[in-house]
Protein backbone atom coordinates (compact mmCIF):
# COMPACT_ATOMS: atom_id res chain seq x y z
CA UNK A 1 0.00 0.00 0.00
CA UNK A 2 1.45 3.25 -0.82
CA UNK A 3 0.91 5.48 2.10
CA UNK A 4 2.33 8.84 0.24
CA UNK A 5 1.59 11.14 -2.21
CA UNK A 6 2.90 14.30 -3.79
CA UNK A 7 1.81 17.76 -3.55
CA UNK A 8 4.24 20.48 -4.66
CA UNK A 9 7.02 17.91 -5.22
CA UNK A 10 6.89 17.24 -1.80
CA UNK A 11 5.74 13.89 -0.06
CA UNK A 12 3.02 13.97 2.22
CA UNK A 13 0.58 11.44 3.75
CA UNK A 14 -2.24 10.62 1.74
CA UNK A 15 -4.68 10.56 4.13
CA UNK A 16 -4.44 10.88 8.62
CA UNK A 17 -5.99 7.94 9.25
CA UNK A 18 -2.97 6.26 7.17
CA UNK A 19 -0.39 8.06 9.30
CA UNK A 20 0.07 4.95 12.50
CA UNK A 21 0.84 2.53 9.67
CA UNK A 22 2.83 4.63 7.47
CA UNK A 23 5.14 5.39 10.69
CA UNK A 24 5.14 1.79 11.97
CA UNK A 25 6.43 1.39 8.01
CA UNK A 26 9.09 3.64 8.37
CA UNK A 27 10.22 2.27 11.81
CA UNK A 28 10.74 -1.22 9.70
CA UNK A 29 12.53 0.69 7.39
CA UNK A 30 14.81 2.66 9.91
CA UNK A 31 15.39 -1.21 11.50
CA UNK A 32 17.16 -2.33 8.12
CA UNK A 33 20.54 -0.27 8.28
CA UNK A 34 22.17 -3.27 7.84
CA UNK A 35 20.07 -4.24 4.40
CA UNK A 36 23.16 -3.54 1.83
CA UNK A 37 25.43 -6.01 3.13
CA UNK A 38 23.05 -8.81 3.53
CA UNK A 39 21.78 -8.04 0.36
CA UNK A 40 25.32 -7.71 -1.50
CA UNK A 41 27.50 -10.36 0.74
CA UNK A 42 24.86 -13.14 1.31
CA UNK A 43 22.05 -13.13 -0.95
CA UNK A 44 23.71 -11.58 -4.45
CA UNK A 45 24.78 -14.25 -6.69
CA UNK A 46 27.14 -12.31 -8.65
CA UNK A 47 30.15 -11.68 -6.26
CA UNK A 48 31.77 -15.05 -7.10
CA UNK A 49 30.76 -15.05 -10.55
CA UNK A 50 32.07 -12.28 -12.15
CA UNK A 51 35.54 -12.78 -13.48
CA UNK A 52 36.76 -9.43 -11.90
CA UNK A 53 36.00 -6.22 -9.72
CA UNK A 54 35.30 -4.24 -12.85
CA UNK A 55 32.25 -6.48 -14.71
CA UNK A 56 31.42 -6.86 -10.68
CA UNK A 57 31.33 -2.82 -10.18
CA UNK A 58 28.90 -2.63 -13.81
CA UNK A 59 26.64 -5.18 -12.28
CA UNK A 60 25.86 -3.27 -8.80
CA UNK A 61 26.06 0.07 -10.90
CA UNK A 62 22.78 -1.07 -12.34
CA UNK A 63 21.22 -2.97 -9.46
CA UNK A 64 17.75 -1.76 -9.04
CA UNK A 65 18.11 -2.58 -5.13
CA UNK A 66 20.36 0.39 -5.52
CA UNK A 67 17.49 2.76 -5.03
CA UNK A 68 16.35 1.05 -2.14
CA UNK A 69 20.11 0.89 -0.76
CA UNK A 70 20.34 4.43 -0.88
CA UNK A 71 17.36 5.24 0.47
CA UNK A 72 17.66 3.21 3.58
CA UNK A 73 21.52 4.33 4.08
CA UNK A 74 20.04 7.81 4.15
CA UNK A 75 17.46 6.76 7.20
CA UNK A 76 20.90 5.36 8.60
CA UNK A 77 22.88 8.83 8.87
CA UNK A 78 20.21 10.26 9.81
CA UNK A 79 19.43 8.37 12.80
CA UNK A 80 23.78 8.80 13.87
CA UNK A 81 23.41 12.78 13.55
Do not use: W
Not at 58 to 74: H, P, Q, R, W
Amino acid sequence: MRYTEYHADKPVIRDRALLPEAVKKLAELEDMVDVREKMCDEYCQYPCKCPNQETLDNICSACEMAKLFDVLTGIALAQKN
